[in-house]
């Protein structure tokens, strides 16, 4: 089955960087296969030529006197199908918990934006992992509905690290995950790239890939596209 391809581009790239990006990727055929999730003030820009945008992260309110905060309903406004929530920055940085990360899922799904829940354990919790994604899961989601719920599963020892957890470990915890949460589809990120993408999509219980660092570069993130999507 094609796979799911986001990329999370983080607090990266800037509005010329951005234009040439967008007119990078429309030379490939296969660049409307990935969902793009640039900082906010970008969403427009992919919107606007009908490619698949989503966010980083929403408010948890819906309107009002929240100052500096962007809802669900703003970014559904100028295109946006999916936004990113519960990322690992967002929980250490931005010290999100999962009562907060639930009350986000609950405002995109009340605009029917796709979720995409991240979850995944610290380095000093490998022992323990199974425990930490069910807790993340049954917090974050409590009874909302499923099917617009996509999880991404992200060792935090992997982002940014270039380490890459051991393919049959990736198998066992999307089971586990999939077990916990039977409709959803799982992804799988943590320093995914062009070189390791061949055999990592080759894995079946992996709906696909949230990639970090290898999204910035157009013409890496399109070489990873096009393997995922035509494997
Ligand atoms: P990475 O990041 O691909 O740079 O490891 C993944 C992520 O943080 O979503």
Request: with cysteine; charged share 30%; aromatic share 8%.
């Amino acid at each position: 089955m094609e796979k799911i391809i986001v990329g999370n581009f983080k607090m990266n790239l800037e509005k010329e960087e951005i234009s040439n990006y967008i007119k990078q990727i429309q030379k490939n055929r296969y660049y409307k296969k990935a969902v793009y999730c640039p900082s906010f003030l970008y969403i427009p820009y992919f919107s606007e030529k009908d490619i698949p945008v989503g966010a980083q992260t929403i408010s948890s309110y819906n309107e009002g006197a929240h100052t500096g905060e962007i809802s669900a309903k703003q970014i559904k406004s100028v295109g946006a199908s999916h936004v990113i929530i519960g990322h690992s920055e967002r929980r250490n940085y931005g010290k999100e918990t999962n009562e907060e990360i639930y009350l986000k899922i609950k405002e995109a799904l009340k605009e029917n934006l796709k979720v995409i829940l991240c979850i995944g354990e610290k380095e000093e919790e490998i022992e323990k992992r199974k425990e930490v994604i069910k807790v993340q899961i049954e917090e974050s989601l409590k009874d909302l509905p499923k099917e617009n719920i996509i999880i991404a599963y992200e060792p935090i020892w992997a982002i940014g690290t270039g380490k890459v957890m051991n393919q049959e470990e990736i198998k066992k915890v999307s089971l586990t995950i999939k077990n916990i949460v039977k409709e959803s589809k799982v992804l799988y990120g943590g320093s995914v790239n062009e070189k390791n993408i061949k055999s990592l999509a080759k894995i079946e219980e992996i709906d696909g890939f949230l990639i970090g660092g290898a999204s910035i570069n157009p013409e890496v993130f399109l070489k990873i596209i096009e393997v995922a999507v035509t494997m």
